[in-house]
Nanobody
Framework: QVQLVESGGGLVQPGGSLRLSCAAS????????MGWYRQAPGKERELVAS???????NYADSVQGRFTISRDNAKNTVYLHMFTLRPEDTAVYYC???????????????????WGKGTLVTYSS
């Protein structure tokens, strides 16, 4: 009923930047906190940044000052601007949302940790 679709990943060279986008679609009633997580090879998935509907943000220490999360509530979209990328930023980046949607039977369902399928970001020197 709901899809989170990430885009914008790719190969980035030293000093480069990327902007990830995540668009939510479907029978959405409301989007609460949205965020980006990442999972590097051999490591656990970790929070990168999150943003509430009113714009309050939270960042992992490792990306503070280099990444910026934002959202367009009218477009049900969250963005992650990544600057000054480092080798350790290489990972699959996943969009995450706490949301409510209408089921096929028009019953409101609220779900935490709704996930996209991820987009790969690779730092290449």
């Amino acid at each position: 009923q709901v899809q989170l679709v990430e885009s914008g990943g790719g190969l980035v060279q030293p000093g480069g930047s990327l902007r990830l986008s995540c668009a939510a679609s479907g029978r959405i009633l409301n989007l609460n906190t949205m965020g980006w997580y990442r999972q590097a090879p051999g490591k656990e998935r970790e929070l990168v940044a999150s943003i509430t509907p009113s714009g309050t943000t939270n960042y992992a220490d490792s990306v503070q000052g280099r990444f910026t999360i934002s959202r367009d509530n009218a477009k049900n979209t969250v963005y992650l601007h990544m600057f000054t990328l480092r080798p350790e930023d290489t990972a699959v980046y996943y969009c995450n949302a706490d949301l409510c949607y209408n089921s096929d039977h028009d019953i409101p369902i609220c779900q935490k940790d709704y996930w996209g399928k991820g987009t790969l970001v690779t730092y290449s020197s």
